[in-house]
C-alpha cells in the first residue's frame, strides 16, 4: 500500500461518506414531510424554509433530494450488491469450471445480454408491479452480466499465475483456492465494476422513473423530480438543475473513490 | 479458427436467439393486456366485448399458447416472422425499414464517440496526474452521470428552439436530402456519443496505463526506440484488445437501448415499435424485434471474439 | 381492411403530385404549395374506416373519407353526403343524398353504398366501433336512387349523429380489404411509416372551393415536447395536443396562436362489487373530499377547469348551475358521509391509475393526498397502461383516475361514460348500481321533444349526483397550435375538440 495512494481516497472518500450518512440521518433530520403538498406555493423559489424551493406539487425539493438519496441509493447499492454477489459466483464457476459449468454459466450470461434493459424492466415491472423491489430485482439482472464477465476474464487470467500454482503445490482446496488466493487479487477490477454498476443504476434507476417503470410515486427519487422537473422546465429551471447536479456529484465521488481504491488495491498499477 | 469451430458458433447462436425469443413469447403472454382490447381502446374508446372478441377470433389470439407457439415457430422455420396484431403488416418489413436507422444512429454515435473518447483516453495516460487528465476524469463522470433524455432534452431546446439551428427532430431519408438527413442525425448521434465517450475514455485510460507498466515496454525503450514508436506499435495495440471488448459490449447493448433517444429526438429507429409494440402487446412484433436483435448481437459478441484473436497473435510477437 | 404501400405506390393521380411538393425542403416553398405542415401525435395504428384506432388516426381518416353528416365549426350538424334528414312519420329516418358526391375511383356515391356500409359496421363478424348501435338498424330502405330510410328496432333521437363520428364512413361497395375507397375531400398519397403521412386535394370533391389547400402532410411527434418545439421552430405550420405546460408561451409568441376548448374530463371510477365502494354515501364522500383547482393547477398548469359535477356544458340548454356544483369541496360534509356510512375512523384502500400518462399520475397523486385528510388511506398502484385496461375492464380495482371524454355534445353521450349496466370495460365505473341514471339516460335518448329532454337530463343529472356513478374531478383544455397564418381551422367545442380534423378542409394559409 502506498502513502500517495491513500493520500487520494480522502477526498472523495468523505464526500461519499457524508452524502451516505446523510441519505441514512435523513428521518433525524429537520427536514419537513418530503410527500406533504402544497400546491397554492408550487414551483416556488428559494424560500424561508425552503432553501431549494418547492416543486410542481409544492413539495420541499431539499426534503425530497434527501429523502430521495436514500431511495435512489439504497436501490442502487443493494442491486449493485446482488449482482455482484450472482455475477461473481457466474464468473468463478465459468472460469474455474470445467466444460460444462463454463459453457452454462457464459452462455446464459450472454442470454441475458440479448434482453435490451428497457425490454426487460417493461416486462419485469408489468408482471410484479412497479415499485423499488422490483426495480432492485430488474437492475440487479441488468447487472450480472458486466460483474461475470469481468470476474471470469480475471479468473482465466489469474489461473495460470505463479502464486496460484504454489498455494496449489502446497495442497490447497479449490475453496481455498478460489476464495482466499484468486478472489482477493481481482478484487481490484471488481471494485471497479462495482462502482461502475452503482453509478450505472442510479442513473438507470432515473431513466426508468422517466418512463413511470420506477419507483411509485409520492415516494421521492432522484430519477422521479427529474421527471417531473423535465414538463416544467419552462417555467422552473432550477428544478432540474437540483437533481442532476445531486446525482452528478454523487457518481463523481463514487467513481473517483473507485478509482483510488483500484490504485491502491491492484497490484499491476503498483510501479509507475 | 476452423470453419468447423465457426459453424458450430454459429449454431450455438442461433439456439440462443431461439431461447431468447421463446422466453419473450411465454413472457409477454403471462403478462395481463389483451392486445385486441388495447387496440380497440385508443384514445378512450370503450368497445364492446363482442367486438372485441371478434378481433380476438380474427387475430388468432383465442387459440391455445402451444398452438400459437406452434405457428410461430412454423413461420420462423420458413423464415416468415409473422404480420402486426395492429395492422396486418409484416413484422420483417417493418425490422427491414427501422433496422438500418438504428444502426446508422448507433454507428453515428461511435464514430464520434471513438473520435473523442480512444484519443483522449491515451493523452490522459501518456500524461498521467496531470491537468488535462483531471479535467477530463470530470468531465467523464459528468457525462456518466447525467442522463441521456434528459441530455436529449437540453440539446433540442438549445440548438432548436432557442438558436434555431438544427430542427427540432424527425426524419428525412437520405435519398431525399442529404443535408437534412444529416443535420436531423447529428444531435441524437451526440446524445448517444456522450455516455459511450467517457466509457471508451475510462477503458483506454486504463488499458493504456496497463499497457505502458509492462515489461515489454520498458524492454522496448531500452532498445532505443522512440517514445511515439513504443506508443503505436507495442502500447496502444495491447490496450486496444480491453478497448475493443467493450466497445462490442456498449454497441450490442445499444442495439436495444436506443429507446429514450429515439423517442425524445423523434428518430424513427427499431427501439419505439419495440415499445410500442409491448404497450400494444402486439405479440409478433415484439417477439420479431427481439430475435432479430439477440441475433445482430450474438453475432457481434462472435465478431468481437474473433478480432480478439486476430489482434492477439500479433502481439505476442511483437 | 388495411392500406398497404402497393395500393398507395399504384394509384396513377399520386405520380405527379408526389413528384413535386413533398420534396421540396424549405418552408417557404411548401407554403406556397398550400401544403399544411400538420404535427400528428401518434402515427394511425391502421386506416381502417370503421375500426376505432384513436384520434389521431381519425383525424387523418376524417379528411379521405366522409359520411352522411358531419360536425361544422361550432359543432352542429351539417350535411356531407346527405343533404339532408328527417324522420317520417313511422319514426323511421329518412336521408335525402346529395346529387354529384363521387368517390376517389370516380364512380358516384349511390344509396346502394351507403347501404352496404351500413350493412358491413353492423354486420356479425364487424370489428367496427359502432357496432352495437347500428345493430339497432333493423333494416335499410332503398325507395329511390337519392333516399335511404333507416327503421329502427326503436325510437333513436341521436341516429344522425352516429354518420359525423370518425368511425362511420360511407365507402365504395367496389372497396376490397386493403383498399377502401372513400369520397372525402384529400387523398391519401404517400406515407413514410411510422414518421409522415402525405394528403393531397380530392379535385372532383362535391363542395366546390374545398378543400382550400393543397395538401396535408402529417408528421408524427410522439413526444409533447418535440411537438411543441417543432411548432416553434417552425418545422409545422399546426400541431394538436399542445402540452399544458406551453399553451402559455405557445399564446404569448407573435407567430402563433392558440385555439383551446375544454372537453375531456378527469374522473374517478369505483367497483361497485364489493365495500366500501358499494355504498354510494361513500362514493359521494370522495366527490366532496377534493379540491378540485389543486388538480387543474398541478396536473394542467391551470388549463382546465373543476368539475364539480356531472361532465355537462356550460352554455348547453342541459346545463344548470346549481346541479354543476352538486359535488363542491366539502370536508367537513365528506367526513359526515363516511360516519354516516359506517366509516367514522376511516379505511384503507387503493386507487388504480398509469404512470404512463403524467395527468393520470398526476391526478391520483393530489386525490391521494385530499382523500388522507378525510381518513382515507389510498395507495397508488400505477402499471403501464395495457395493464391498466385490462384490469380496469375485469373490475380488478378500488378506485380508478381515469381522462376520457363523451362522445359528442349531447347528453346521450355521456351514456358511455355513466351507464355502468352496460358490458364492462376500463372507462367506466365497474358494476356500480345507478339504476336512476341509467333509466333517464334511456328516457332522454327516445324523447324527441326538446323542453321535455331538458327536464329529463336534469333529473338524470340529480339522479347522479346521488348515486354517483363516477365522480367528476376536472375539465381539461384540449389546444391546437398553429402560425397566426393559418385560417379557416376552428377546435371544435367540448367533446368534439378531438374530432376537429375536418375542419381541415376549409383550412389555408391567409
Known amino acids: 500500500m502506498k502513502r500517495r495512494g491513500i493520500k487520494k481516497l480522502i477526498l472523495p472518500g468523505s464526500v461519499v461518506a457524508a452524502i451516505l450518512l446523510i441519505a441514512i440521518a435523513a428521518p433525524l433530520l429537520p427536514l419537513p414531510d418530503p410527500i406533504r403538498q402544497d400546491v397554492a406555493r408550487r414551483l416556488a423559489g428559494p424560500m424561508p424554509g425552503s432553501w431549494l424551493g418547492r416543486d410542481e406539487f409544492g413539495r420541499d425539493v431539499l426534503s425530497r433530494l434527501v429523502w430521495g438519496a436514500r431511495t435512489s441509493l439504497s436501490v442502487a447499492f443493494v442491486s449493485a450488491l446482488f449482482a455482484g454477489l450472482v455475477g461473481i459466483t457466474l464468473g468463478l464457476i465459468g472460469g474455474w469450471a470445467r466444460s460444462w459449468g463454463a459453457f452454462l454459466t457464459v452462455r446464459s450470461v450472454e442470454i441475458i445480454m440479448c434482453f435490451p434493459p428497457v425490454l426487460l424492466a417493461l416486462l419485469v415491472v408489468t408482471l410484479l408491479g412497479p415499485g423499488a423491489g422490483t426495480l432492485i430485482l430488474v437492475l440487479s439482472v441488468l447487472y450480472v452480466p458486466g460483474f461475470a464477465r469481468v470476474t471470469y476474464a480475471e479468473v482465466l487470467a489469474v489461473k495460470g499465475r505463479d502464486y496460484v500454482e504454489a498455494t496449489r503445490a502446497l495442497g490447497a482446496t479449490q475453496s481455498h483456492l478460489l476464495f482466499r488466493t484468486v478472489l482477493p487479487n481481482i478484487a481490484g477490477p471488481l471494485l471497479v465494476q462495482f462502482s461502475l454498476a452503482v453509478a450505472a443504476a442510479v442513473v438507470i434507476e432515473s431513466g426508468l422513473s422517466f418512463l413511470g417503470l420506477g419507483v411509485v410515486p409520492p415516494a421521492p427519487s432522484w430519477g422521479l423530480m427529474i421527471r417531473g422537473a423535465r414538463s416544467t422546465m419552462e417555467q422552473a429551471p432550477l428544478l432540474l438543475l437540483w437533481p442532476c447536479a445531486v446525482l452528478t456529484l454523487t457518481i463523481l465521488a463514487m467513481n473517483l473513490l473507485c478509482d483510488a481504491m483500484r490504485d491502491v488495491l491492484d497490484p499491476r498499477t503498483s510501479e509507475r | ?318 | 381492411m388495411t392500406i398497404s404501400r402497393r395500393s398507395v405506390l399504384g394509384a396513377g393521380l399520386a405520380g405527379p403530385l408526389l413528384a413535386s411538393p413533398f420534396l421540396i425542403r424549405p418552408a417557404s416553398a411548401q407554403r406556397a404549395a398550400g401544403i399544411i405542415r400538420y404535427g400528428l401525435s401518434a402515427f394511425p395504428p391502421n386506416l381502417q374506416p370503421w375500426v376505432s384506432t384513436g384520434a389521431s388516426a381519425g383525424t387523418v381518416k376524417m379528411l379521405i373519407n366522409r359520411s352522411l353528416v358531419s360536425y361544422d365549426g361550432k359543432g352542429e350538424l351539417r350535411g356531407e353526403l346527405a343533404e339532408s334528414w328527417s324522420r317520417d312519420a313511422e319514426g323511421a329516418w329518412v336521408f335525402k343524398l346529395r346529387k354529384g358526391c363521387v368517390f376517389h375511383n370516380g364512380e358516384p356515391v349511390t344509396a346502394d353504398d351507403v347501404k352496404w356500409s351500413i350493412e358491413q359496421i353492423a354486420g356479425e363478424k364487424s370489428t367496427a366501433y359502432m357496432r352495437t348501435q347500428f345493430q339497432l338498424i333493423e333494416r335499410v330502405e332503398i325507395p329511390d336512387p337519392q333516399t335511404v330510410r333507416l327503421v329502427t328496432k326503436e325510437p333513436l333521437v341521436t341516429l344522425p349523429s352516429w354518420f359525423a363520428n370518425y368511425n362511420t364512413f360511407i365507402i365504395s361497395q367496389k372497396s376490397t380489404p386493403n383498399e377502401p375507397i372513400g369520397a372525402g375531400p384529400f387523398r391519401l398519397v404517400g406515407q413514410e411509416r411510422g414518421t409522415s403521412l402525405e394528403l393531397a386535394a380530392f379535385d372532383k370533391f362535391y363542395k366546390p372551393g374545398i378543400p382550400k389547400a393543397k395538401g396535408i402532410k402529417f408528421v408524427v411527434y410522439a413526444d409533447e415536447n418535440l411537438r411543441n418545439a417543432a411548432l416553434i421552430s417552425g418545422d409545422v405550420d399546426m400541431i394538436e395536443y399542445v402540452p399544458w405546460q406551453s399553451m402559455a408561451t405557445v399564446q404569448a409568441d407573435p407567430r402563433l396562436k392558440l385555439d383551446t376548448q375544454e372537453g375531456p374530463f378527469m374522473d374517478v371510477l369505483f367497483n361497485g362489487t364489493k365495500p366500501p365502494f358499494n355504498d354510494p354515501r361513500v362514493r359521494r364522500a370522495v366527490a366532496h373530499a377534493v379540491k378540485r383547482e389543486d388538480i387543474v393547477k398541478v396536473a394542467f398548469f391551470g388549463r382546465g377547469k373543476p368539475l364539480e359535477g356531472l361532465p355537462i356544458v356550460e352554455g348547453t340548454p342541459w346545463y344548470d348551475k346549481e346541479l354543476a356544483h352538486g359535488w363542491n369541496y366539502d370536508p367537513a360534509r365528506a367526513k359526515a358521509l363516511l360516519t354516516e356510512a359506517g366509516f367514522a375512523n376511516g379505511f384503507q384502500t387503493t386507487i388504480l391509475a398509469t404512470a404512463q400518462f403524467g395527468m393520470h399520475k398526476d391526478t391520483a397523486e393530489i386525490v391521494q393526498q385530499y382523500l388522507a385528510a378525510i381518513g382515507i388511506q389510498a395507495e397508488l398502484q400505477l402499471p403501464d397502461w395495457s395493464t391498466r385496461v385490462s384490469r380496469g375492464t375485469r373490475g380488478q380495482y378500488d378506485m380508478a383516475i381515469h381522462g376520457v371524454s363523451a362522445d359528442n355534445n349531447d347528453p346521450d353521450g355521456l351514456t358511455v361514460v355513466l351507464d355502468s349496466s352496460l358490458s364492462p370495460t376500463h372507462g367506466r365505473s365497474f358494476k356500480v348500481d345507478a339504476p336512476r341514471t341509467v333509466a333517464a339516460l334511456a328516457k332522454g335518448r327516445a324523447e324527441f321533444d326538446q323542453a321535455k329532454r331538458v327536464e329529463i337530463y336534469k333529473e338524470m343529472q340529480r339522479a347522479a349526483l346521488e348515486e354517483v356513478p363516477l365522480v367528476g374531478l376536472a375539465w381539461r383544455e384540449q389546444g391546437y397550435g398553429m402560425d397566426k397564418s393559418v385560417m379557416g381551422f376552428v377546435n371544435q367545442p367540448g367533446a368534439l375538440s378531438t374530432s376537429s380534423g375536418n375542419m381541415l378542409e376549409e383550412t389555408y394559409f391567409g
Open chain 2, 1 to 318: 479458427m476452423s470453419a468447423g469451430w465457426l459453424g458450430r458458433r454459429l449454431i450455438l447462436t442461433l439456439a440462443m436467439a431461439w431461447v431468447v425469443a421463446t422466453i419473450v413469447f411465454l413472457a409477454l403472454h403471462m403478462v395481463p393486456g389483451d392486445p385486441a382490447e388495447l387496440l380497440l381502446s385508443t384514445s378512450g374508446a370503450m368497445p364492446d366485448p363482442a367486438t372485441v372478441q371478434e378481433l380476438r377470433e380474427k387475430l388468432g389470439l383465442d387459440q391455445p399458447l402451444m398452438v400459437q407457439y406452434g405457428h410461430f415457430l412454423a413461420g420462423l422455420a420458413r423464415g416468415d416472422l409473422g404480420t402486426s396484431l395492429v395492422d396486418d403488416y409484416p413484422v420483417i418489413q417493418e425490422i427491414a425499414l427501422r433496422l438500418p436507422r438504428t444502426l446508422e444512429l448507433i454507428l453515428a454515435g461511435t464514430l464520434i464517440a471513438l473520435a473523442v473518447g480512444v484519443p483522449a483516453g491515451v493523452y490522459a495516460a501518456v500524461h498521467r496526474g496531470g491537468a488535462f487528465d483531471r479535467i477530463a476524469s470530470w468531465i467523464t463522470a459528468l457525462l456518466l452521470a447525467v442522463p441521456v433524455f434528459v441530455v436529449g432534452t437540453l440539446l433540442v431546446l438549445l440548438f432548436a428552439q432557442t438558436l434555431r439551428l438544427m430542427p427540432a427532430g424527425g426524419f428525412t431519408p437520405f435519398a431525399q436530402d442529404p443535408g437534412q438527413h444529416l443535420k436531423l442525425l447529428a444531435l441524437p448521434a451526440v446524445a448517444i456519443a456522450k455516455g459511450l465517450a467517457a466509457v471508451l475514455f475510462r477503458m483506454t485510460r486504463a488499458a493504456t496505463l496497463d499497457a505502458l507498466a509492462h515489461d515489454y515496454v520498458r524492454t522496448a525503450r531500452a532498445k532505443g526506440l522512440s517514445p511515439r514508436r513504443t506508443l503505436v506499435v507495442h502500447v496502444l495495440r495491447n490496450a486496444l484488445n480491453p478497448v475493443v471488448t467493450v466497445l462490442g459490449l456498449q454497441m450490442g447493448t445499444l442495439l436495444g437501448g436506443t429507446v429514450l433517444v429515439e423517442y425524445v429526438f423523434n428518430w424513427p429507429g427499431l427501439s419505439t415499435p419495440l415499445l410500442r409494440a409491448v404497450e400494444g402487446r402486439d405479440y409478433p412484433m415484439v417477439v420479431g424485434i427481439i430475435l432479430t436483435i439477440s441475433v445482430l448481437f450474438l453475432l457481434i459478441n462472435l465478431l468481437v471474439e474473433l478480432l480478439h484473436a486476430a489482434i492477439d497473435p500479433r502481439v505476442q510477437h511483437g
